[in-house]
C-alpha cells in the first residue's frame, strides 16, 4: 500500500501538470463540470483535444500501435487527476474516448482499429452512441430498431433517443435487431454507422439546463456496408456490455476527480457567500453537509483507487464501476443542492450578472438530475450491485 | 499508487481470521456479556502469544514494528469476529496516547508491558458533560512537592474495570484556549482513591466506566508528556485510535453484510426469495456502498497516519465518519433484512448492532467528526 506516485509516476505528472499549464485555453472558463460537453463549447472542445492528441495526453492507455501513449490505467488516472486539479477542458470526443474505442479494442478486427482508433483520438471523428430508444431505456435489450441484410449491405431502420452529440458527430455505436425471433437478448447485432449516411435525421431535444445535447434519431432505410458490423451478427448485446462497462467504469474513473474539485469549489463558495450576515461555511449544519460530502468524494477517490488494481489485472472495469457511478451520481446531486442552498434567494435565479458564480452552480445543479438517469438509473445499477456484485437472486 | 495488501498482510488476515473464527463466537460472546467482568483471561494470554498487541508498536519499545495497516487488519478482523476484549481500550486506544507522549524507562515499561499482554491500560477523557473536547477536562491537578495531586470525576472510560493503568486527561492550568493547560497522568487502578464503576454498557462485553479520582498522588515521572501542553499530543494519538474503531467497524460492517445477503437468498416470502425484491436488494446494495467507502477510507487513514502526510488528520476523521456511519447503519439494516427474528435476543443481529453504536459514538459521535473534517479544510 502507498498511496504516493512512485518516481515514474511523479516523472510523469509533473510531464502532464507543465503541459496543460502551457495549453490551456486562456478563455476557458474552468466551471465545466458535467459529463457531456454544452453544445456552445463544441468547436472549442474540438480543437482542444486535437491538441491533447498531438501532445499525446489522448489515449493514454490505449496501444501505441492505435495512435495512444501504451501508458498504464494508473497514468491514466493521473492524468485525469492533472486535467481536474487544473480545471483544463474535458476532450469532445467522450464517447469516442470512453465507450466507442475502449469497445472496438476488446472487439474489433485489425482494420476497425486502423480505420477508427487514431481519428477518436484526435476528435477528427466524434461518436456518439445510439442505444436507447423511445421504448428501450434501461430494458436496453427490448430495442426495436431493426438491420436487414441486403446483399452487401444493411439497411437500418428505427428510432433512437437521448443521443447525445449526435448533433455533431460522424460516426454511432449502434445497436439493431438482426434476428427477431431469436430471444431478446439474443437477436442483437452491434454497429458502427456512418452518420452521414443518407436517412439518418437527427432532431435534437433540449435539456433541463436550457442547452440541447442530446438529440432524437430516425433511421430510415439507411444503407450501411456490411462489414459495419463489430463482433459477429447477433452477438451484440455482449458487446454493448463492454460498452456500458466501460461506460460506468472508465468513464466514472475520470468523473470522480471532478467531485473533488466541484467540492472544493462548493468549500470556496460557502466561505464568501454570506447567510444571515456571516460566512456560509460558519454555519454548522453547512460545515455538517460540507463533511459529508467530503466523506462521500473522498470516498469514491479511494474505491477508485483500490478498482483500479483489478482493473490493471484485468484489463477490464469489474461490475463494482457501477458502485462508483452510483455514488458519484447522487453526491453530485447532494452538491448541487447544497450549492444552490448556500446561494440563498439568487438560488432562484438561473443567471445572476451581478453574480456569475449564480450561472455556474445553476449548471451543475440542474444538470445533476441528469445523472442519476444517464449511464443507467441509480436502480439499474442498484440491480446490477445486488446481482452481479453480491449474488442475490434475479429480481422480478 | 498502489492500494493493495502484500502477501505478508493477506496471510496476517487469513490467520486471524481463522483464529477468530474458531476462538471468538458469538456463543462466547453471550457467555462474556453474561459474567462480571466480560473478560476472557484465556483467550487475552492466547492473543498475546500470538504477538498481536504488540503489533504496532515500535521494535526499540518492544513490539512488533508492524505498522497501524497491519493493526487495521487484525482489528477488521476483531470486528467481523464480534471479539470481546480490551484489545481497544489497551491497544488501540492507550498505546497509541502513551506512544506519543511518555518517554525513556516509563515508555519502555508501559507498551512493552502493552505489547506482551501483561499490562493493561485504558484512557480516561470525557467527564459528567459527555464532551470529548477540552473544554470538557475540568479534573485538576495541583502541584505538590515532587508531584501533583490529581482529582476529578472521568465518565465512559472503556475496560477500567480491566485496566492496570489509566491515562487521565486533567488541567494543570487555567488558561484562555482551552487546548492549552491539559496534562496526561498515568494513575494505577490500584491507588486506593482511585473508585472504578462499570455502566450498563449497551455492548456488555465492552464496558465503560465511571472512574473517581479522589486526590491521588501523582509522582512528576509519571506526568506522560509536557505540562500544559499535551492536549495537541492526545488529538494525534486519537486520531490514530479513530483510525482503529473505523477498523473495527469495517469488519462488523462486512460480517452482517454477509449475513443479510446470505438471509435475503435463503428466506422465503411470497414464494421468493427476500433478496428478488428490491426494497430488500436495493437497501442492501447501498450497505456495499458504505461498507466499501469504510473500507477504504479507513485503510487510507491508517497508511497517511503511518505515513505522516499531511493530510492524516482530515484522513482519520474522514474514516471514522465514514466507517462508524456504516456500521451502524448496516447493521441497521441488517436488522430490518431480518425481519422479526433479527429482532430477538437469541439472533445474533443486536450484539452487531451494540457494538456498532459503542464504535460509533466513542471518541465522539459522527457529528463531532464531521466537525473536525470541516475543521481541516484548505
Ligand atoms: C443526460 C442524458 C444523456 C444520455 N445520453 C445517452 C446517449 O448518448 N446514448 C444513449 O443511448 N442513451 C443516452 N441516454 C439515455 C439513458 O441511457 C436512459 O435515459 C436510461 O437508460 C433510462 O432509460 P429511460 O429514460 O427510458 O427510463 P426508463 O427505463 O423508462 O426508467 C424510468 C424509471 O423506472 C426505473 N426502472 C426501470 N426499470 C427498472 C427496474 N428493472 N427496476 C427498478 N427501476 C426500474 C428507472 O430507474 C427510472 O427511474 C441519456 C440520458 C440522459 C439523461
Ligand atoms: C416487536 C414485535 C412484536 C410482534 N408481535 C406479533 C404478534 O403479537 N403477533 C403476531 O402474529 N406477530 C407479531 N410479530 C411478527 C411480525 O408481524 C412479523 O415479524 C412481520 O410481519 C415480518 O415477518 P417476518 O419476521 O417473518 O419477516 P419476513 O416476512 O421474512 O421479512 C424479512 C424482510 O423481508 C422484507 N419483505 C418480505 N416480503 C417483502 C415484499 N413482498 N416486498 C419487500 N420486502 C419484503 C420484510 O419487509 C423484511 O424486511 C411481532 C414482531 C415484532 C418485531
Redesign the interface.
Same mark, same amino acid.
Given at each position: 500500500? /502507498? %498511496?504516493? /506516485?512512485?518516481p515514474e509516476?511523479a516523472a510523469f505528472r509533473k510531464e502532464i501538470r507543465e503541459w496543460l499549464e502551457a495549453n490551456i485555453p486562456a478563455d476557458w472558463d474552468r466551471s465545466q463540470l458535467s459529463l457531456i460537453p454544452p453544445e456552445d463549447r463544441v468547436d472549442m472542445l474540438r480543437d482542444w483535444q486535437r491538441r491533447l492528441h498531438e501532445g499525446g495526453w489522448a489515449g493514454i492507455s490505449w496501444p501505441k500501435e492505435y495512435g495512444g501513449r501504451g501508458a498504464t490505467l494508473?497514468e491514466q $488516472?493521473?492524468f485525469n487527476q492533472e486535467v481536474a486539479r487544473q480545471k483544463a477542458p474535458p476532450p469532445i470526443n467522450v464517447i469516442g474516448l470512453g465507450m466507442a474505442g475502449p469497445t472496438i479494442i476488446n472487439h474489433g478486427s485489425h482494420e476497425q482499429k486502423n480505420r477508427y482508433l487514431e481519428k477518436i483520438l484526435s476528435a477528427e471523428e466524434i461518436w456518439c452512441q445510439g442505444f436507447s430508444e423511445p421504448g428501450a431505456g434501461s430494458d436496453l435489450a427490448g430495442l426495436r430498431s431493426t438491420a436487414i441484410l441486403d446483399g452487401d449491405s444493411w439497411i437500418i431502420n428505427g428510432q433512437k433517443v437521448w443521443t447525445s452529440l449526435a448533433h455533431v458527430s460522424q460516426w454511432c455505436i449502434f445497436l439493431a435487431r438482426t434476428d427477431t425471433t431469436a430471444p431478446k437478448h439474443k437477436g442483437i447485432t452491434y454497429f458502427l454507422v456512418d452518420m452521414s449516411s443518407p436517412g439518418i435525421e437527427v432532431r435534437p431535444l433540449r435539456q433541463i439546463t436550457g442547452s440541447a445535447d442530446f438529440n432524437e434519431m430516425f433511421f430510415t432505410d439507411v444503407r450501411v456496408p456490411r462489414e459495419s458490423i463489430l463482433g459477429e451478427v447477433n452477438d451484440g448485446w455482449r458487446i454493448a456490455m463492454t460498452t456500458l462497462l466501460h461506460e460506468r467504469g472508465t468513464l466514472g474513473f475520470a468523473l470522480s476527480v471532478g467531485a473533488r474539485v466541484a467540492l472544493d469549489e462548493l468549500?470556496g463558495l460557502a466561505r464568501e457567500t454570506k447567510k444571515n450576515g456571516k460566512p456560509a %461555511?460558519e454555519d #454548522?449544519t453547512i460545515?455538517?453537509r460540507? $463533511?459529508?460530502l467530503?466523506?462521500?468524494v473522498?470516498?469514491l477517490r479511494? *474505491?477508485n483507487?483500490?478498482a483500479?488494481?483489478g482493473f490493471m489485472k484485468s484489463g477490464m472495469p469489474g461490475p463494482e464501476g457501477s458502485?462508483s457511478k =452510483?455514488?458519484w451520481s447522487e453526491s453530485m446531486q447532494r452538491l448541487g443542492d447544497l450549492a444552490v442552498e448556500i446561494l440563498g434567494p439568487a438560488g432562484m435565479l438561473e443567471r445572476w450578472d451581478a453574480n456569475p458564480r449564480v450561472n455556474t452552480w445553476q449548471f451543475i445543479h440542474l444538470r445533476s438530475r441528469g445523472h442519476t438517469i444517464e449511464a443507467g438509473t441509480s436502480?439499474i445499477l442498484? *440491480?446490477i450491485? $445486488?446481482?452481479r456484485? =453480491?449474488? =442475490? #437472486?434475479?429480481?422480478? | 499508487m498502489d492500494f493493495g495488501f502484500t502477501e505478508e498482510q493477506e496471510a496476517l488476515r487469513k490467520s486471524a481470521r481463522e483464529f477468530l473464527t474458531d476462538r471468538s463466537t458469538t456463543g462466547l460472546v453471550r457467555d462474556l456479556m453474561a459474567s462480571k467482568t466480560g473478560f476472557d483471561e484465556k483467550l487475552w494470554k492466547e492473543m498475546a502469544d500470538l504477538g498481536w498487541m504488540g503489533t504496532a508498536i515500535a521494535e526499540e519499545d518492544g513490539g512488533l514494528g508492524l505498522s497501524l495497516i497491519e493493526l487495521a487488519i487484525l482489528v477488521e478482523e476483531m470486528g467481523r469476529a464480534l471479539l470481546p476484549s480490551p484489545f481497544y481500550s489497551s491497544v488501540g486506544l492507550a498505546a497509541p496516547v502513551i506512544a506519543a507522549t511518555a518517554d525513556g524507562a516509563l515508555r519502555k515499561t508501559l507498551l512493552g508491558g502493552i505489547a506482551s499482554g501483561e499490562l493493561r491500560a485504558t484512557v480516561a477523557i470525557p467527564e459528567e458533560e459527555g464532551r470529548w473536547d477540552a473544554a470538557g477536562i475540568k479534573a485538576k491537578a495541583t502541584p505538590v512537592d515532587g508531584g501533583y495531586k490529581l482529582s476529578g470525576t472521568k465518565v465512559f472510560v472503556p475496560d477500567a474495570h480491566l485496566a492496570d493503568e489509566i491515562v487521565v486527561v486533567a488541567r494543570t492550568g487555567k488558561t484562555k484556549d482551552p487546548r492549552e493547560g491539559i496534562s496526561l497522568f498515568l494513575v494505577p487502578t490500584s491507588d486506593r482513591k482511585v473508585k472504578v464503576k462499570t455502566l450498563d454498557t449497551i455492548d456488555r462485553t465492552r464496558r465503560l466506566a465511571l472512574v473517581k479520582i479522589g486526590g491521588v498522588e501523582v509522582p512528576v515521572d509519571r506526568r506522560l508528556g509536557p505540562e500544559g501542553g499535551a492536549w495537541p499530543l492526545l488529538e494525534r494519538a486519537l486520531d490514530h485510535s479513530a483510525t482503529v474503531l473505523a477498523a473495527e467497524a469495517t469488519g462488523l460492517a462486512t460480517k452482517v453484510l454477509e449475513l443479510s445477503r446470505d438471509y435475503a437468498k435463503e428466506r422465503t416470502q411470497f414464494d421468493k426469495p427476500i433478496g428478488a425484491f428490491q426494497a430488500i436488494s436495493h437497501r442492501i446494495a447501498d450497505m456495499l456502498v458504505l461498507t466499501e467507502n469504510a473500507r477504504s477510507t479507513t485503510y487510507y487513514a491508517a497508511w497517511a497516519i503511518e505515513e505522516g502526510v499531511p493530510d492524516a488528520a482530515l484522513a482519520a476523521a474522514t474514516a471514522k465518519v465514514a466507517a462508524s456511519e456504516a456500521a451502524r447503519v448496516v447493521s441497521q439494516g441488517g436488522m430490518q433484512v431480518h425481519g422479526g427474528i433479527g429482532f430477538t435476543w437469541e439472533h445474533d443481529m443486536h450484539l452487531y448492532y451494540r457494538r456498532a453504536k459503542w464504535v460509533e459514538m466513542f471518541l465522539g459521535d459522527p457529528s463531532i467528526w464531521r466537525e473536525r473534517v470541516a475543521s481541516l479544510f484548505a
Open positions: 500500500m /502507498d %498511496f504516493r /506516485d512512485s509516476e494508473i $488516472a493521473i468549500i %461555511f #454548522p460545515r455538517q460540507l $463533511a459529508s467530503h466523506v462521500e473522498e470516498s479511494l *474505491n483507487y483500490r483500479l488494481t458502485l =452510483l455514488i436502480e442498484r *440491480n450491485v $445486488a446481482e456484485v =453480491l449474488g =442475490l #437472486p434475479k429480481h422480478k | -
